[in-house]
């Protein structure tokens, strides 16, 4: 089972250490520290467990962290920032694990642009030694990128010549998008195994900056310091991200707010989120709370439970969400989320949610939202119903029911906090062709909507009253278990976003799209093909073809 | 060998008809007319062969009918429209094959649009009968689309379903950013093999009007003219798109101004494209010429080699432009087009140079532009410049060479006329981030550019003199062969395509790059998959891990 739970003191991998307003994230990948066995993390090479750490590291400078305004990365290595993925774990993982690994590699990207843009919370790349393939695509991530000008030092993306795949983890799409390098150099740096180096990686925009040997620690230092004179950020006491309490069993995983059930013969995951039981009562006690204050709990549980899901129980293919609690909490909570949000803790809080919400969409099962009595979608948790494939609703009561009827609520963090990786709220996706439709679920923002209001305001896919909900519901359920999981997940990665795309999107959609059609092809994961033969001494075998 | 020529008169599939501004494209298959053996063209359903005359017929509409200001697609057999894409056919193709098809029907589909939008000439979808799969797609991409309500007749996308195959002709991103069809109820009308009809194929905007029976020819033709009296179409005397004179041999194809030198040993084809000899002297001289007009004849030949090349030479890795001529001449070319761009035929002509650069992009083989003396990379010659991969320019003169240095001119198209699928042209694409090179651009149009400053502008790649020339190309041109064919359609699927997405992108990168992955799992093409077992009886046995 991999583990996605980590802290600093069990890191092998990262060093991270802290001087005033500036923290510095040393790589120093352990060779003997890889998830599985079978190859060696040689020369700051990683794998899944170098990224879970990484992941982790650059959560908790956001909320562990608020003095930090800079983060320096470097490598705590001779001669090598970052050589990338490892070849030979990529050569022997299976395709979904390929394709996972290079999901959440990504998203630990995006999340560390988004402490950039969002948090105050600035990036440099100090690249002293060689950084290859992924280890450029990981210094590309920060807003300013240094380079030691010592004639062995450089930037490389040589996955083409020598692995026949595509730099994946945004590479491609970050050098015509973020650093708008020409595309014919964009085209010639990916073709060079040897990449560039020196003055030649500033005029095609790879690096901002080459520094002289002698200048070099000086020089990133004062940069780190510029950066951090920048930054918005004014936290002064974080927040210990405390480790979650999980109980695993065969068909599951019990969190305090999030549970999930497995239903293997259904191929279902029923993930059951239960609404906050009581709240401090303003920013001081949000921040006595800290990470057992509600909307953060729950979505570190939350995204747990969803990498769980993703890489520990592929043969899920549905996760049907469910909430339970009382709505009049939930929207309780988003009014302190909503009101305080200029505090640096609330504003860490909305990004995580914001983030946790990407990963739901970016989730390669199929979603379905359930609303049903007693249940509490509303504001933030309102959010799953419009990132499912379908929603449900239970319409009026059942017989001998004493809960009431099932309710939808929305609250103004629906319309603006939460931009999905297109750069549209999701209901703004929803309702792309819609603009009135938009401003009619505005104009209910804090209403409480039964399921013919939902209906009726496009907010909900279909609502059953008791004579037909079990059925409908069932066959919902079979049917999206009886269709193939691969054309599953190009629908949905289709149709969940409508209209706009942004360098996030075109990283998982265009660039992600064509990586997991080459990781099929048997040029590169064939007996003769790049993968299997690297290292070998000998010539991958190319069917010429281009298709 | 496939061939894209043809003309009404050949038709096996299409039946064309004319009253006044209201012409009629009637599907009417035939089922024994496939390109391939082993199938039946049965129900309306297509394969390449039934694709190349649509293609030819949406051109000639625009070329040789003037006239016409609304085309109507409708099927002439009873009870169905069209039901999409031969799965027999689509079950034997190769990968390549597939891959290809659906690109070719995509570009079909989108110059359809482009005729509604630029050209004056509006489509109608008259569905009566079932629109199935790539029949549905095939009806989005008109202006209007009514469907009679007769209980029988409706819309579907099955292929998710019925093939565990996406609707990958534009399908699934049309229903969000075209037709703006609400995310979930995409993902029901998606998954539910039967379609819908009647009015809530009217809410669901999966349609724009149903009409009863006893109305329906009425309602048509009212539509029909309705389009029609909207259009700024406004010519007189169209043009015949007469035979292209072609000469194949083992080694290639020689147009009047095209030819095609393919060096197997190399896989490379060498393009020569000859600039104009003789132009005509004003607008009457332009369409007294008419297909003979040195663009729109160079258009047609280019098209007709990349779509040669594309099926007919799948081991072809690299295309290597080259031209030959006087660049003045192609000035006065581009000054004719610009001059008279008001002119219907001349607008016919530019769109058409556009769709052929866009086919340029969209070719899945490694361009190289070689900038030789002689050459005549002018002004819509010089797209070819740009739209290559890597352009390099000869500097200097040659020992003993009296023909001069090579150059390189701009012309006012460069920067409008010939936009790119995202939207951009192909130098605003080039300095996307870049502005200011853009604008240094386009004060020297006009100008005779010598390697030196095309270089300095940022215009070309690389630029070396006879010392370096030989050794610099052929090293370029054998790294380039000998790398694997599927990283490098990747990789320059992304580096193409700078920034901005329009659903033409979207269309070609997110939907057909997961398309291409689907159709590579075995769960569509394994012994047990969906296209391998449909119509057997047996239900395909689905790998239920998803990744």
Redesign the interface.
């Known amino acids: 089972m991999i583990d996605f739970q980590t802290s600093p003191d069990r890191y092998r991998h990262w060093k991270l250490s802290f001087d005033g307003a500036v923290a510095t994230l040393a790589m120093d990948v352990d060779p003997a520290g890889g998830l599985m066995g079978g190859y060696e993390l040689k020369l700051n090479s990683y794998d899944l467990s170098v990224d879970i750490e990484l992941a982790d590291a650059v959560q908790r400078l956001r909320f562990e962290h608020p003095e930090v305004r800079t983060v320096v990365l470097r490598s705590a290595k001779e001669n090598v920032f970052c050589a990338g993925a490892n070849i030979r774990m990529l050569a022997g993982a299976s395709?979904?694990h390929k394709?996972?690994f290079c999901k959440f590699t990504n998203e630990t990207r995006l999340a560390i642009e988004d402490a950039s843009e969002n948090s105050g919370q600035r990036y440099l790349a100090a690249i002293s030694g060689s950084a290859a393939g992924g280890g450029y695509e990981l210094a590309v991530t920060a807003d300013y990128v240094m380079l030691i000008d010592d004639r062995r030092s450089g930037v490389s993306l040589p996955?083409?010549?020598l692995l026949?795949?595509?730099p994946g983890t945004g590479g491609?799409?970050r050098?015509?998008?973020k650093?708008?390098?020409?595309?014919?150099?964009?085209?010639?740096f990916?073709?060079t195994e040897e990449g560039v180096r020196g003055k030649r990686a500033v005029q095609w925009?790879l690096v901002d900056e080459v520094v002289p040997p002698s200048s070099w620690e000086a020089k990133v230092a004062e940069r780190a310091r510029d950066l951090a004179a920048k930054s918005d950020r004014d936290g002064q006491r974080g927040v210990a991200l405390t480790p979650l309490q999980r109980q695993f069993s065969d068909d599951g995983v019990t969190y305090p707010h999030v549970q999930v059930a497995i239903d293997r013969a259904g191929?279902q995951a029923n993930v059951t989120i239960q609404g906050p039981a009581e709240l401090p009562a303003d920013l001081r006690g949000i921040h006595d709370a800290g990470s057992s204050f509600w909307p953060l709990a729950m979505a570190r549980e939350l995204d747990d439970a969803l990498l769980h899901l993703r890489l520990n129980e592929?043969?899920?293919?549905l996760i049907v969400f469910r909430t339970s609690g009382d709505p009049a909490q939930v929207l309780a909570a988003d009014s302190l989320l909503e009101q305080y949000q200029s505090d640096w803790l609330v504003r860490e809080i909305r990004l995580l949610l914001k983030r946790v919400m990407k990963r739901v969409d970016m989730t390669?099962?199929s979603l379905i939202a359930l609303i049903e009595p007693s249940s509490c979608f509303a504001g933030t948790l309102a959010e799953l119903v419009f990132a499912?494939?379908?929603?449900v609703m239970f319409a009026g009561t059942g017989a001998g029911d004493n809960r009431g009827p099932a309710t939808l609520h929305l609250s103004a963090l629906n319309f603006s906090a939460y931009p999905m990786g297109n750069g549209l709220s999701r209901l703004a996706?929803?309702?792309?062709?819609?603009p009135d439709s938009l401003i009619a679920s505005a104009e209910r923002i804090g209403d409480t909507l039964s399921a013919e209001d939902a209906e009726a305001l496009?907010l909900v896919?279909f609502a059953y009253d008791e004579t037909d909900w079990d059925d409908e519901v069932r066959l919902i359920l079979e049917?999206?278990a009886s269709?193939?999981?691969?054309?599953?997940?190009?629908?949905?990665?289709?149709?969940?976003?409508?209209?706009?795309?942004t360098m996030e999107t075109?990283i998982f959609?265009?660039?992600t799209?064509?990586?997991?059609?080459?990781f099929?092809?048997p040029?590169?994961v064939g007996e003769a093909g790049?993968l299997k033969r690297y290292g070998s001494g000998v010539r991958?075998d190319?069917?010429?073809?281009?298709?």
């Open positions: 395709h979904g394709v996972n996955e083409l010549p026949a795949v595509l491609l799409t050098l015509t998008d650093r708008k390098v020409r595309r014919d150099l964009a085209d010639v990916c073709t925009r191929r592929p043969a899920v293919g390669a099962r499912a494939d379908r929603s996706n929803r309702f792309y062709g819609e496009g896919t049917e999206r269709f193939s999981p691969d054309a599953l997940t190009g629908l949905e990665a289709n149709l969940r976003f409508a209209g706009p795309e075109r959609g265009r660039l799209a064509w990586q997991n059609w080459i099929l092809r040029n590169a790049s991958p190319f069917n010429p073809e281009r298709v």
